[in-house]
T-cell receptor, first 115, second 114 residues
Framework: DQQVKQNSPSLSVQEGRISILNCDYT??????FLWYKKYPAEGPTFLIS?????DKNEDGRFTVFLNKSAKHLSLHIVPSQPGDSAVYFC??????????????FGQGTTLQVKP | ETGVTQTPRHLVMGMTNKKSLKCEQH?????MYWYKQSAKKPLELMFV???????ENNSVPSRFSPECPNSSHLFLHLHTLQPEDSALYLC?????????????FGDGTRLSIL
């Protein structure tokens, strides 16, 4: 049973437009969420995170939105650039009661930004 | 100097071989992790170490044996593997083994079992 789901395997966007990547989760104990980006032949790179006490976190062109009632989060990239083309993973953890830093990952969404 | 270094990058081995994967982190972190990524599956946590002590073993078969001699080095010893163990093995580290801290990943070892 997958607790973190990225239902869109791929997304294609024109350069300069907005990219929106979505992620759903089922475990109501999750209270910290992260987005990672992965290029081929490289490990995942941390992008941005959000705690459940917030509903939005922004870092430059990247904004993460959290809708706790819907158990949904999204990553917005504005404006999208060709260098953003990669696989994006969302991940979640339940900090309270956890001493292992266990992250649960989604399957990933491949973003292609066309020039 | 990259933060988390994994060697080798690629490994092909037979089912009766014994090999080891190595991970080294240069970030001064106290927690290290092994993950497995199989084709079309999410990353799966295998092991967590905090200050050289194993704090999580995520129901991993005994043919995978981790070792953490110090907080900067992590090994994954492999023996009698099965074809379904072919996957990308990723090492990560974080300041502490807490879920509210980003984990920094190495580039992985691509393992193929013949």
């Amino acid at each position: 049973d997958q607790q973190v789901k990225q239902n869109s395997p791929s997304l294609s966007v024109q350069e300069g437009r907005i990219s929106i990547l979505n992620c759903d989760y089922t475990n109501s104990m999750f209270d910290y969420f992260l987005w990672y980006k992965k290029y081929p032949a490289e490990g995942p790179t941390f992008l941005i995170s959000i705690s459940s006490i917030k509903d939005k976190n922004e870092d430059g062109r990247f904004t993460v939105f959290l809708n706790k009632s819907a158990k949904h989060l999204s990553l917005h990239i504005v404006p999208s650039q060709p260098g953003d083309s990669a696989v994006y993973f969302c991940a979640a953890s339940a900090r309270l009661g956890s001493n292992t830093g266990k992250l649960i990952f989604g399957q990933g969404t491949t973003l292609q930004v066309k020039p | 100097e990259t933060g988390v270094t994994q060697t080798p990058r690629h490994l092909v081995m037979g089912m009766t071989n014994k090999k080891s994967l190595k991970c080294e982190q240069h970030l001064g972190h106290n927690a290290m992790y092994w993950y497995k990524q199989s084709a079309k599956k999410p990353l799966e946590l295998m092991f967590v170490y905090s200050l050289e002590e194993r704090v999580e073993n995520n129901s991993v078969p005994s043919r995978f044996s981790p070792e953490c001699p110090n907080s900067s080095h992590l090994f994954l010893h492999l023996h009698t593997l099965q074809p379904e163990d072919s996957a990308l093995y990723l090492c990560a580290s974080s300041q502490e083994p807490r879920g509210n801290q980003p984990q920094h990943f190495g580039d992985g070892t691509r393992l193929s079992i013949l």
